[in-house]
C-alpha cells in the first residue's frame, strides 16, 4: 500500500522557519523523484520544489529559491523542506508527490507528472 505522509505544518511568524516531512513507505522509495506542491484557498495547486531519487537533482519555483531547501534521506524513506524566512504568502497546504521518473525542468511542476500524493499539512505564516 503506496503511503505518503505529509507533517511538520504550523503556525509560524513571518521571517520563521518550518521543516516539512514527507514519509514514505509501500513503494521503492530511493527510485522515486519525489515533490512538494503547495495550494492556497481559492487557488490552484502550485510546486514548490522536486528533488530526484538520488538526491543529486533539485528544481525550485522561482518565489522560493534561496530561502527552501529540499533534502531527502533514502534510509529513511524521508523528504524534507527546510523553509527560511517564510512570508505570508507562503500559507498553504503542502503535500508531497512521488513518481519513478527523473524530473525534468521543463515538465517537474506539472501535477500529472506524479504517481502517487499524500494528504497535506497546512502552513500558515501570520503574525
Known amino acids: 500500500d503506496v503511503q505518503l505522509q505529509a507533517s511538520g505544518g504550523g503556525l509560524v511568524q513571518p521571517g520563521g522557519s518550518l521543516r516539512l516531512s514527507c514519509a514514505a513507505s509501500?513503494?521503492?522509495?530511493?527510485?522515486?523523484?519525489i515533490a512538494w506542491f503547495r495550494q492556497a484557498p481559492g487557488k490552484e495547486r502550485e510546486p514548490v520544489s522536486v528533488?530526484?531519487?538520488?538526491?543529486?537533482?533539485?528544481y525550485y519555483r522561482d518565489s522560493v529559491k534561496g530561502r527552501f531547501t529540499i533534502s531527502r534521506d533514502n534510509i529513511e524513506t524521508t523528504v524534507y523542506l527546510q523553509m527560511d524566512s517564510l512570508k505570508p504568502e507562503d500559507t498553504a497546504v503542502y503535500y508531497c508527490?512521488?513518481?519513478?521518473?527523473?524530473?525534468?525542468?521543463?515538465?517537474?511542476?506539472?501535477?500529472?507528472?506524479?504517481?502517487?500524493w499524500g494528504q497535506g499539512t497546512q502552513v500558515t505564516v501570520s503574525s
Open positions: 509501500g513503494f521503492a522509495f530511493n527510485a522515486y523523484t
Open positions: 508527490a512521488g513518481d519513478p521518473r527523473s524530473p525534468n525542468r521543463y515538465t517537474w511542476f506539472f501535477t500529472s507528472q506524479y504517481e502517487h
Open positions: 528533488i530526484s531519487s538520488s538526491g543529486t537533482t533539485s
